[in-house]
Each structure stands twice: as structure tokens, then as C-alpha cells.
């Protein structure tokens, strides 16, 4: 029988301090499949506290001003030091630090820096978990521009990963042809999981942070939210694009490729299940259910009334096109028989609005243009709820029930999300009301 295998990586906040190191040790022992462990840079342990990364990027800048890093080199070799203290490790601290002093004199590169604090934690994972550590430099692949060659990581990485038993490879960067470090964006670190996932063929990618999963509405709107047992790709896609940031969306779109479910799981709390993310719900999972509401605020709505919008002439092109040649993404676009209307971030929006209606205004001469500012857009995200009207319906009831104004609703044929756009102002209420919604459905089908 095949045996599983599953890549785990492990967070900011899960390599935080010498104690998180014995806890990472003891989730990787608990299931032999764990084979390939990939680590960020230690993370914040309390609120005042301040990411290795940052120390990192920190002393980079001041280095490329030519001003003194020393205290802040201190301060990464001190974190470094009293996780090593804690495990009672041996290692070339000081050596490495060094090394890194002198490259911040001589050609201070900044993603070379920032790429430290998870070269040196992988480093010292390897040594305590008695694992071979991988240099991502050597098996993730970027061109000199810094874009990741996808094709030649997968093969440099499977080349470089299947023949080791156990591996630890840090996460965050890798490097081009001629050795030079390039990261990914901040949160990076999540990407490395999913390519090695991939690369493997893993049938499980671990993402193991301080959260217990995926909650289905903002904690800091709503008391104690749920957290999601199962979640399909898609689903978290929008969520995420929607502000729940628990995931890098490149690392999920990697993986929803290959199929690899994501488990999302709490260092601190490792007997929580935690959110399965899969391509399809296991049947009966969530049915008929909204999975979370997320949303954003600072939202504009464009609104442009012209007779027969719909008539075949190209109007929705050219409007389109004004804003295609500008560069100007929008949110969703809805046509109606007389009418098209565009919702567009506000910030995006203000250093062109002027020109834009003028533009608008010269080349499709509307019936009539209308500009409302300041609303937000919620996403209520759930493949099996939207698939009846029913659940939609009674979220929009809901809304109304609460003196919740709906200025625009939207739902595609995916039927993945139904969009609402709100007030500002009654953000928080509606994501709380339909957060209600959510939990008394739960309720009512547990007792059936
Ligand atoms: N250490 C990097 C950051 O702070 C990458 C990561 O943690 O994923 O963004």
C-alpha cells in the first residue's frame, strides 16, 4: 500500500520561540507521513513583539543608507540564540550571523536579507528535528526579473525532495540561475508549502499556524465566529480576495491545481481538526448551508443609464474598454436592459474620477451617470447555499428585517456568492445578521 505523504509547513507564530519548536516537533511525530516540513522566519510572540522578517528588512535599509544595523542584527541573533538556548542545540550562530554582516556592508540585497529568518530557522528545525535541510536555492527557481519558473521548480524540487526520507526546506525564496535570492511576497512562505505539495504529489498540504481554521465571519465583528470544518478552493478564494486572510492565494491556486486538500490546523491546539479545503464538499458537508460572509468596505457604484444598453451595440464593450485602457480593475459589472453599473474601490477610483466621467460622458453619451461613494460589499460564500434562492432570499429578509438598506445584489450562474452592497456604515451590522442567519440555519437542520 502506498503510504501518505504530507508536507507541513508551519507559520511565523508556530517557530515563535523554543517552545514552539517542541510543539512542532511533537505534531511532526505524531504521523510518519509528515516527511516534508516547511518553516517560516520566527513571528511575533505577543502583540508588541516584532517579526524576524521585519527585524531583517530593518537592518537592510539602514544598511543601504549607511547607517549602523549592529542593534538590530543583535536583536535577530538574540531570538535565534534563545530558541537555540531553549532547545539546547549546538550551531554556527555567530558564524551565519557574520556572514550576514558582512554581505549588509559590502551589497546590502534585500531580498537576500529578508530570506535569513527562514534560511537559519530551517536550518536549526533541521538539526533538531534530525532531518536534511533544503536550501531552497537550490530547487526554487526564479528568473532574473524575479518571477518564479513554475515548470522548473516542480522538476528541481521533486528531483531534490523524493530521494530524501525526511526533509525541513525554508520557506519564503528561492533563487536564479546565477544564485541570486529572490522572495516571494510577505506571507511567502505558505507558496513554498504548496509548491513542494505539488512537486511531491502530496495527498495532503498542512498549513499550521494559531488559528484553528477558517472562520466563517470576522472575529473582530463577530463574537466567537464558527470555524469552518470544510471548504472547497473556490470558496476560500473568495473569502480571501474578500479580506479572511488566513492563506496566500497563490499557494491555494497552486494547490487547487493538483487537487491537494489543505488543512489548515493550530500549532497550539493540535487535537482541533481544523478547515479541510477540497475541491468538492464531501456530500451532506455543508448542505444548504452559507460557509462565511466576508466583505469590504470603501466601495464606489457606478451607475450608467442609457435606453437599450442591452441592444447588441457594443455599448458594455466600449465602456469596458475605457476601463480596460486605463488599468482601472472593478469589483463586478452588472448590464440591465437601460442601464450597466460598476462596482469600483473607492481608492482606486478618486485620483481618476473626473476624468473618467468626462471620458464616459465624450465617447458613450449616457441618459444619465450616478456616483455613490462610501458602500460596502459583502460576499456571503457557500456553494451549496446559493445553489437554492431560498437561502438568498432569506438573507436578503434578514437584511431588510434589520433597516439594512441593499444597494446592489449580484450572483452570477456559478452560484458561488451571492454580493451585497450596503451602506458602510451598516457593515458590521449585516455581516453580524447574516452571520445570525448562518448559525440559525446550523441550528434548525441539527434538529431535523
Ligand atoms: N517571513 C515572511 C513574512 O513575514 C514570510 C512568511 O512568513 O510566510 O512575510
Same mark, same amino acid.
Not at 145 to 149: N, S
Given at each position: 500500500m502506498k503510504e501518505h505523504l504530507t508536507v507541513a509547513k508551519f507559520g511565523g507564530t508556530s517557530v515563535a520561540d523554543a517552545g514552539q519548536f517542541r510543539k512542532i516537533r511533537e505534531i511532526v511525530a505524531g504521523?510518519?507521513?509528515?516527511?516534508f516540513i516547511v518553516v517560516s522566519a520566527p513571528g511575533k510572540r505577543d502583540p508588541g513583539d516584532t517579526k524576524v522578517t521585519d527585524l531583517l528588512i530593518g537592518a537592510c535599509e539602514k544598511a543601504r543608507k549607511g547607517e549602523d544595523f549592529g542593534k538590530d542584527l543583535d536583536r535577530i541573533r538574540d531570538r535565534f540564540q534563545a530558541i537555540l538556548d531553549g532547545l539546547g542545540l549546538e550551531f554556527p550562530l555567530q558564524e551565519e550571523m557574520e556572514l550576514l554582516a558582512k554581505s549588509l556592508r559590502e551589497d546590502p540585497q534585500m531580498d537576500y536579507a529578508a530570506s535569513r529568518g527562514e534560511y537559519l530557522t530551517a536550518r536549526i528545525m533541521a538539526a533538531y528535528l534530525g532531518y536534511t535541510f533544503v536550501d531552497p536555492?537550490?530547487?526554487i527557481c526564479f528568473d532574473e526579473?524575479?518571477?518564479?519558473?513554475p515548470l522548473m521548480t516542480a522538476r528541481t524540487m521533486r528531483a531534490s525532495l523524493l530521494p530524501l526520507d525526511h526533509a525541513v526546506i525554508a520557506g519564503f525564496y528561492g533563487a536564479d540561475m546565477a544564485g541570486k535570492i529572490h522572495t516571494f511576497a510577505r506571507g511567502g512562505s505558505d507558496i513554498t508549502g504548496s509548491l513542494a505539495a505539488c512537486a511531491v504529489g502530496a495527498d495532503l498540504y498542512e498549513n499550521w499556524t494559531d488559528v484553528s481554521g477558517l472562520y466563517a465571519a470576522d472575529p473582530r465583528i463577530v463574537e466567537n465566529p464558527e470555524t469552518v470544518p470544510f471548504m472547497s478552493y473556490r470558496e476560500l478564494r473568495t473569502l480571501s480576495y474578500m479580506g479572511a486572510s488566513v492563506l496566500h492565494s497563490d499557494a491555494v491556486l497552486s494547490a487547487s491545481e493538483a487537487e491537494i486538500p489543505i488543512n489548515i490546523r493550530n500549532t497550539n491546539r493540535p487535537e482541533d481538526a481544523g478547515t479541510m479545503i477540497v475541491r468538492h464538499l464531501p /456530500? $451532506?458537508?455543508?448542505?444548504?448551508?452559507?460557509t462565511g460572509v466576508s466583505g469590504r468596505k470603501g466601495m464606489s457604484v457606478l451607475q450608467i443609464e442609457k435606453v437599450?444598453?442591452?441592444?447588441? /451595440? $457594443?455599448f458594455s464593450a466600449l465602456m469596458l474598454d475605457i476601463f480596460r485602457e486605463r488599468a482601472l480593475p472593478f469589483e463586478y459589472c452588472l448590464t440591465g436592459i437601460d442601464s450597466i453599473t460598476l462596482v469600483i474601490r473607492q481608492d482606486l477610483l478618486d485620483p481618476c474620477r473626473e476624468d473618467l466621467l468626462q471620458e464616459i460622458r465624450d465617447k458613450l453619451h449616457p441618459d444619465f451617470i450616478g456616483l455613490r461613494d462610501h458602500l460596502s460589499l459583502i460576499a456571503v460564500t457557500g456553494e451549496r447555499a446559493t445553489e437554492s434562492s431560498d437561502a438568498n432570499v432569506r438573507v436578503l429578509e434578514k437584511l431588510t428585517e434589520e433597516g439594512i438598506e441593499i444597494s446592489t445584489i449580484n450572483q452570477g450562474a456559478g452560484k458561488l456568492n451571492l454580493l451585497i452592497g450596503v451602506p458602510e456604515e451598516k457593515y458590521e451590522s449585516a455581516i453580524r445578521a447574516i452571520y445570525d442567519y448562518r448559525q440559525g440555519e446550523i441550528h434548525r437542520q441539527a434538529k431535523q
Open positions: 504521523d510518519p507521513g509528515r516527511r536555492a537550490w530547487c526579473a524575479g518571477q518564479l519558473d /456530500s $451532506g458537508a455543508a448542505k444548504n448551508r452559507v437599450m444598453v442591452s441592444d447588441g /451595440s $457594443g
